[in-house]
Each structure stands twice: as C-alpha cells, then as structure tokens.
C-alpha cells in the first residue's frame, strides 16, 4: 500500500483543516509558467524562489505580504511607522508587520505615518471610536459603546458589521445574525470551495461538490490537475508524475533539467 493511499483511510471521516503554515512554498514550483502563477514567488537562475519585498512593483501586492510595506513608488521590508511618507494618508492603514502586530496610522497633520495607538472605547458616541485592543472595535450600536471582537462572525452585531468584517471571515447574515458561511450554505460548485473558521485560528475546511449540493470534503480525491493547488488554499499541489493531488509537504517536484 502506497503512503497516498495510506494517508486517505487515516484521513476517513474526517474534514480536511487547511492553514496558511502548510501552503506550498515557491521551491515546490518547478516550471517557470507554475512560479510565474504564484503572487509570492519569481523565476530565477532556473529555480523559483521566494520574492523579496524590494521585487514587488505594485502597491497592493506589497502591501499584502505580511512584511512587506510600500512607500511612495518601492515596495521594501516594513521598518517603522514614522519611517513612511503617504501620498494618501489613509495608506498609512495598510502598511506594518502582520507577523509581529506592528500597524500604522496617519498622523494629524501631513503626510506621515505613525505607530497604531490602542485607546480604550469611550462611553459617549463621539469617542465610541477604533480598537481598543487589537481584535477590539469600538462601535455605537444601540445606544451604548459596544466592545466587538471582529475575529468571529457571532460577534458582529448587525448586518453592516457583518458585512464589513465577515467578509474576509466568511460570515454571512442569516436569520437575523451574522454567522459562519458553512459548506452547506454553498448552491454551485463554482463557489464550494472553502469554509472559514475564523481570523485567528487560520484552520479553513475543504469543501466539495458531490454532484447536487456542497459538503466537508474528507479528503482531496475530488481535486484534479486543474484546481488541485487553488481548491485547497495552496496546501496540496498536483504531482503529474503520479497523477494525484499531495500535500505540498509530501510533494517532492522534479529536479530541472538545466540546459
Ligand atoms: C519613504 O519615503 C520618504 C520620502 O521619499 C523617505 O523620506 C523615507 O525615508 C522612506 N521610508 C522608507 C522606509 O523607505
Ligand atoms: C438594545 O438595548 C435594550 C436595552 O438595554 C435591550 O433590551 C435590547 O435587547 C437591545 N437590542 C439589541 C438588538 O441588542
């Protein structure tokens, strides 16, 4: 019995977890056009590799790199806050170091940034305003100052909330509250896909099509060469050597033929 086939029975009736933590790193890619396709990687020297801040041309791609921070026209490693000039100061917003929870905001006056300050939430609607911890929003809903933690889908009072926040969470408004868009909830197969759990815990579940409605998938024998990587949040990639879909971690690629 081959590891693939064994790893599937373990794996029986059980969903499918998925994180960012085991998503396919660029050395996984052994052709230029499968590097190419990958936001993170560059082709280089015949090998695909990771790209560093400094090799991304575009503002939002920058800035979507946990690490990464674009000022003015480059894109480079996040130093600090006061460090970035903004052309728009609402920028100031969308730069920091994801990984060590370092955020930004503009400042008063000019076009600077500065450190994210966390103020505890007034009592009063005028000063029921921003975080007061990092996950917790001030927000005026229904006469009084409402601390809402915007990591979980049940927290999100009312149906703008839900929205806003819910979208990168997956949380939908359904009977009269926000909550977990589950695999179930998915009516095509174009969009059975994937199921948030929340923010922080970063632990999606496979969802798939079974031919009429949406369900946890139980393992990834549902994917094929042409969605195997995408489908499953980038953690398995297709081995067209043995033609099945592996998890990146088990995934050995060719080794290039250097010219
Ligand atoms: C950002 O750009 C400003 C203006 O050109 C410059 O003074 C500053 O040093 C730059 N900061 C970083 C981190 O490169
Ligand atoms: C609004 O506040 C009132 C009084 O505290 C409370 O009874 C009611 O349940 C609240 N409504 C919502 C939707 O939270």
Not at 143 to 151: A, F, G, Q
Not at 186 to 202: A, G, K, W
């Amino acid at each position: 019995m081959n590891f693939f086939v064994l790893s599937c029975l373990l794996f029986l009736g059980h969903s499918i977890p998925v994180s960012y933590k085991e998503q396919c790193t660029c050395s996984k890619f052994s052709t230029e056009t499968t590097c190419m396709e990958q936001v993170n990687c560059i082709w280089s020297n015949q090998i695909c590799q990771d790209r560093s801040c400094t090799q991304f041309y575009n503002k939002d791609k920058c800035n979507s790199v946990s690490h990464c921070s674009w000022n003015v026209s480059t894109c480079s490693e996040f130093t600090k806050c006061s460090d970035y000039y903004m052309n728009d100061p609402y920028d100031c917003y969308k730069i920091g170091n994801q990984d060590l929870n370092l955020f930004c905001m503009p400042t008063e006056n000019g076009n600077y940034c500065k450190d994210y300050e966390l103020a505890p939430c007034g009592n009063f609607q005028d000063d029921c305003i921003g975080f007061q911890t990092q996950w917790g929003l001030c927000y005026w809903y229904n006469d009084t100052c409402n601390v809402v933690d915007i990591r979980y889908c049940d927290t999100l009072l009312n149906e703008d909330l839900c929205f806003i926040f819910g979208e990168g969470l997956g949380c939908q408004w359904k009977d009269n509250k926000c909550q977990m868009i589950t695999c179930s909830d998915f009516t095509s197969e174009s969009t059975c896909v994937l199921m948030r759990q929340n923010f922080i815990e970063d632990s999606p579940l496979l969802c798939m099509w079974d031919g009429v409605k949406c369900m946890e998938a139980q393992d990834v024998s549902h994917l094929d060469f042409s969605n195997c990587l995408v489908n499953s949040f980038y953690n398995y990639i297709w081995d067209s050597t043995k033609g099945v879909c592996v998890a990146c971690k088990d995934y050995t690629p060719p080794s290039t033929q250097t010219p």
